[in-house]
């Protein structure tokens, strides 16, 4: 272990950047939801209504988690059900990226040349990713406190989202000795956390299968029941649980080279097929995972979200204060449709990081050293960056034609939903355009794009709901598009947001093809 305080320093200063970011954007967010359950559920009359409607509901409960009462803490504890699987997903990406990510790209090597133990930089990178998820639970229990809810349920709720993120960190290092690549690590990482919300889902929805609940590092975070008889002891199951796994984790390092993988690889072909033989070729091989995984995965969400919708008018009916809030965030007058906008939105937010991710694989691609072999050929460097690119444009269009299609199948309205949900398409390529100017002209800081989006995702969702000013919120490029169904559809906004994005990509692929490659 030697070595690990100068290795965790070195995680931190590259992470000075993107953690404080995504660590402040997630305390926003619940501390944002209790201000809006206030305002939308302002007596005790109110939420019991709330809470008789939805307690029972497979749709709900499966979605965000069993809902143990009426009270603000209860209400704000069951819309936070999904923070949980956000945490654990950030913990474990931050874990590969330290770790398999960085044998990937021969970083590791050079650090292990140096007074450093073998084990030193997977220790820094695991105490990384469970103290900022320490941090971000302590500081949403405080926030949410201040607001004048019971403090130890406002600790517990904190206490499950860093719990989940611990497991999580423990979970992507296991991953990252598993595989050759920093992406396989990750597949095997979100597999799991799917799992753990399948395992959750299924127990929490059925009483015969509740017990596939206390599988679930996220069904973990559900059973402190925060505001409602705090269970302390769940706490024990996460720390055991994380402790297995980092142990695991470095006995599978111990029993492998630097740079190798526990799970064989593949021999490849000795010769290309011809399907292969060309920049689009290869980018669709590099892309199509990521491309299949964000569109089933946003496909279930919207089947689930659909069918939450047919359920939206009963629950709003005698709620005049509610109605009005999904029809600010969402489309027209009627409830369902507001509320159906406003899940579009959220699709659209996810739809652009998805845009995100498949831009900022010519970064890694860059930093990984495999554009060098490639553009020593007769490909050029437009012709490399467009061919990723063209996944970003096209690809993000099919995920929000499916998850549209899906969340209208479920809500019965078939491929009615299609055109609102690629009416955000305007506002996901101007962050897929900032990405691009970002790796051109500034291609150390552009993971910086996730910062971007999670800005984005701040404005609409606690912004919003907060009623914070116009030219705050406007700063999003989702905030000027049409709130679809119900909304009316204008031409100018997108156009203009469409030039925007041709501006920030032309900008950053002419900046990428002046500059020096790779830049480190």
């Not at 199948?409 to 949900?421: I, M, R």
Request: net charge positive.
């Amino acid at each position: 272990m030697r070595g690990t305080g100068a290795l965790l320093r070195l995680v931190l200063r590259r992470d000075r950047l993107l953690m404080p970011i995504w660590i402040l954007g997630l305390t926003l967010a619940p501390v944002g939801y209790l201000s809006s359950i206030d305002a939308a559920y302002p007596d005790a009359a109110s939420r019991q209504h709330f809470y008789d409607l939805n307690a029972s509901s497979a749709t709900f409960v499966v979605r965000n988690g069993p809902l143990y009462g009426s009270s603000a803490g209860n209400l704000l504890a069951w819309q936070c059900g999904f923070v949980p699987v956000v945490a654990g997903l950030i913990a474990l990406l931050t874990v590969v990226r330290h770790t398999r990510t960085e044998e990937e790209a021969g970083r590791r090597e050079l650090t292990g040349a140096t007074v450093v133990g073998r084990h030193a930089g997977l220790a820094a990178a695991v105490l990384a990713a469970c103290g900022a998820c320490l941090v971000f639970g302590l500081l949403a229990g405080i926030g949410i406190a201040a607001q004048g809810v019971p403090v130890a349920g406002a600790l517990a709720l904190g206490a499950g989202f860093a719990l989940a993120g611990w497991v999580f960190a423990g979970v992507g290092a296991v991953a990252a000795q598993l595989t050759w690549g920093a992406g396989g690590a990750r597949g095997i990482g979100i597999g799991a956390l799917v799992l753990a919300f399948l395992l959750r889902a299924a127990g929490d929805s059925s009483a015969s299968a509740g017990g596939l609940v206390w599988l679930s590092p996220i069904g973990w975070a559900h059973r402190l029941r925060p505001f409602a008889g705090e269970q302390w002891w769940v706490l024990a199951l996460g720390v055991f649980a994380t402790a297995a796994l980092v142990a695991v984790a470095v006995a599978l390092s111990a029993r492998r080279d630097l740079g190798a993988a526990l799970l064989p690889a593949r021999p490849g072909r000795a010769t290309a097929k011809a399907s292969l033989r060309s920049p689009l070729a290869l980018a669709w091989r590099l892309q199509r995972g990521t491309l299949l995984v964000w569109t089933v995965c946003l496909g279930l969400v919207g089947l689930l979200m659909g069918g939450v919708a047919q359920n939206v008018a009963d629950m709003m009916r005698d709620n005049r204060a509610v109605a009005d809030v999904f029809s600010r965030v969402g489309g027209g007058g009627a409830v369902t449709e507001a509320y159906l906008a406003g899940t579009i939105t959220l699709f659209g937010l996810a739809a652009a990081g998805y845009a995100v991710q498949a831009t900022l694989k010519l970064r890694a691609e860059e930093a990984a050293g495999r554009a060098e072999p490639v553009l020593a050929t007769a490909v050029g460097r437009l012709g490399w960056a467009l061919a990723h690119l063209t996944f970003a444009v096209v690809g993000s269009a099919v995920v929000l034609a499916v998850t549209g299609w899906a969340t209208g199948l479920a809500y019965g309205s078939g491929f009615g939903l299609v055109p609102a949900a690629l009416a955000q398409l305007p506002a996901v390529w101007v962050l897929a355009g900032l990405a691009v100017s970002l790796v051109g002209f500034l291609p150390r800081f552009a993971a910086g794009a996730w910062g971007l989006l999670a800005a984005f995702l701040l404005l609409s969702l606690v912004g919003s709901a907060l009623q914070w000013n116009d030219a705050v919120l406007g700063i999003s490029p989702f905030q000027h598009l049409p709130r679809l169904p119900g909304g009316t559809f204008s031409p100018a906004p997108a156009l203009w947001l469409v030039l925007i994005a041709a501006i920030a990509g032309a900008g950053g692929l002419l900046a990428l093809r002046r500059r020096d490659m790779p830049v480190g």
